[in-house]
């Protein structure tokens, strides 16, 4: 390199990891009196004990790196379980903040795992969380289990969760999301939601239940033409009318019984039914 020639630009992620190695690290001690402070309100000290620890989150954040995401995401998620931690530490209890620290920060990483593993809920339960980070990071395990159901019990069982938990789990975990907009071929014409089926009636069957439905429509026009008045009367007010008329009230408009108005309701839904037979059949 030539004296004269600057140093190369190191990216955000390297700039980071430079500046956090620079800052020291607490002794027992100055650990101790920091937490005692922050209990008391030192919002100061709080940010001391977040910094002097922030190279542990890196360390723990770099063993996720075979999932795929990006480290300073991880990172990120696992700084702030780092600051949770720090909420929670009692200094009373005798242990390093870190050996503490830790579980929340591998908590807050895997947490950020799972919500991006997968845009389909994944760990909603103790034991697919536990099966989720298990199975991945025993691929030996998993070759077994392609070989037959002697590997998924014996992985249950060391795992202490269902044989068909496992079998999900590993299915779940091999199956990575798919774009529904990716193409199946170079051409580029046709995509995996191309291939998807649906509720969505075709052109042809909508026309044909256009036509079908003006066919019955017609139908029953014609089959109430067949009524006389006083049926055709009936029959619009106690089986299409929005609020249909009682008995009482039709025997009180034609001036006859209750038992009367029965008897043509009977008599004109008979004839409907006859007239209408033909179409029913042609429907079915």
């Known amino acids: ?45 709080g940010h001391q004990l977040v910094t002097a620890n922030l190279r542990f989150v890196v360390k723990v954040a770099f063993e996720y790196r075979s999932w795929g995401l990006r480290l300073p995401d991880l990172i990120q998620e696992g700084n702030i379980g780092l600051m949770r931690a720090v909420q929670k530490f009692d200094p009373d209890k ?5 050996t503490y620290a830790v579980w929340w920060i591998r908590a807050y990483i895997q947490s ?44 249950a069982h060391s795992l202490s969760v269902k044989p068909s938990e496992v079998a ?27 291939r998807l089926a649906t509720d969505t009636p075709s052109a042809h069957d909508a026309l044909a239940a256009a036509e079908q439905r003006q066919r019955l429509g017609a139908g029953v026009q014609a089959a109430l033409a067949l009524l006389d008045p006083r049926e055709r009367f009936i029959v619009e007010q106690r089986m299409m009318a929005e609020a249909p008329m009682s008995l009482r009230e039709l025997g009180d408009h034609f001036g006859f019984s209750r038992e009367r108005a029965r008897q ?21």
């Open 112 to 155: 950020h795992i799972l919500r991006s593993w997968s845009m389909v809920k994944l760990g909603t339960t103790q034991a697919q969380r536990k099966l989720f980070f298990s199975l991945a990071r025993s691929r030996r395990e998993l070759d077994r289990i392609q070989g037959g159901s002697d590997g998924i019990d014996a992985l």
């Open 264 to 284: 043509l309701e009977l008599r004109a839904a008979e004839k409907l039914r006859s007239q209408l037979a033909g179409l029913a059949a042609e429907a079915a």
């Open 168 to 194: 999900e789990m590993s299915a779940r975990l091999e199956r990575r999301d798919q774009s529904l907009d990716q193409p199946l071929d170079d051409d580029g014409t046709a995509t995996r939601g191309d």
């Open 1 to 45: 390199m030539s004296r004269h020639e600057p140093p190369p630009e190191r990216g955000p992620l390297e700039a980071y990891l430079a500046d956090i190695r620079r800052i020291p690290l607490l002794t027992v001690e100055e650990e101790q009196q920091l937490a005692r402070r922050f209990l008391e309100g030192d919002g100061r000290a």
């Open 94 to 98: 005798k242990v390093r903040l870190i």
